[in-house]
């Protein structure tokens, strides 16, 4: 399993727009790269999942550079309910291949 | 969308006493679930992967006779911290994949159980 690597904390403002970018540098041909949040005593929440280039959902967007060994998921306008803990990962598409988490990025938005 | 479903959302026992955590896949079906135990301001470890109808996978260090993991069906299992300690209170969450329909390969998440022994 691809090791990841993103900052342990981040603090933005309201109505900013919020970058976090995670190091993957050995990932593999076969592997994606997914986005959880987590608010506090909740269970990890799917944001987005990309391959290559860019990925847009109604929640976030995700760039991917052509030699994947870095992704940059990126929260428009933030609101101080995005407060959260997001978490970076890289795996295979088997569906029985274990979700290991790494550190994760503490983001908190201030008013 | 999906859900995991966790059972019970918090739960406190006495020291010594066995401690049984239910997860369900509520609208689809999952061979594999996974049991993650989270600490304070900790990321998610995982403990064991749990497959349906044979034995769990235990991660190094975790002690499968303390946390016996049942799979009876594609939709339910079950984590049982056997006489439960302070040190086992924690954040437990589930996680499974809908492995049989055409969500691919992201993965849901219980809302977790939060065991406190006392």
């Known amino acids: 399993l691809a090791k990841t690597t993103q900052p342990i904390s981040m603090d933005s403002y309201e109505g900013q727009e919020v970058n976090i970018t995670c190091s993957h540098n050995?990932?593999?041909?076969?592997?994606?790269i997914t986005w959880y949040q987590q608010f506090p005593s909740q269970g990890p929440r799917f944001i987005i999942q990309?391959?290559?280039t860019k990925v847009t959902n109604e929640v976030a967007s995700l760039f991917i550079p052509a030699d994947r060994k870095s992704s940059t998921l990126s929260l428009p306008r933030v609101s101080l309910s995005d407060t959260a803990v997001y978490y970076c990962l890289v795996g295979d598409k088997n569906r029985d291949d274990k979700i290991i988490f790494g550190k994760g990025t503490r983001l908190h938005i201030l008013p | 969308g999906a859900v995991v479903s966790q059972h019970p959302s918090r739960v406190i026992c006495k020291s010594g006493t066995s401690v049984k955590i239910e997860c369900r896949s509520l609208d689809f079906q999952a061979t594999t679930m996974f049991w993650y135990r989270q600490f304070p301001k900790q990321s998610l470890m995982l403990m064991a992967t749990?497959?349906?109808?044979?034995?769990?996978?235990?991660e190094q260090g975790v002690e499968k006779d303390k946390f016996l993991i049942n799979h009876a069906s594609l939709t339910l299992s079950t984590l049982t911290v056997t006489s439960a300690h302070p040190e086992d209170s924690s954040f437990y969450i589930c996680?499974?994949?809908?492995?049989?329909?055409?969500?691919?390969?992201?993965?849901?998440f219980g809302q977790g159980t939060r065991l406190t022994v006392v």
């Open positions: 050995n990932i593999a041909t076969n592997d994606y």
């Open positions: 996680s499974a994949r809908d492995q049989l329909g055409s969500l691919d390969t992201e993965a849901f």
């Open positions: 749990s497959n349906e109808g044979s034995k769990a996978t235990y």
């Open positions: 990309g391959y290559k």
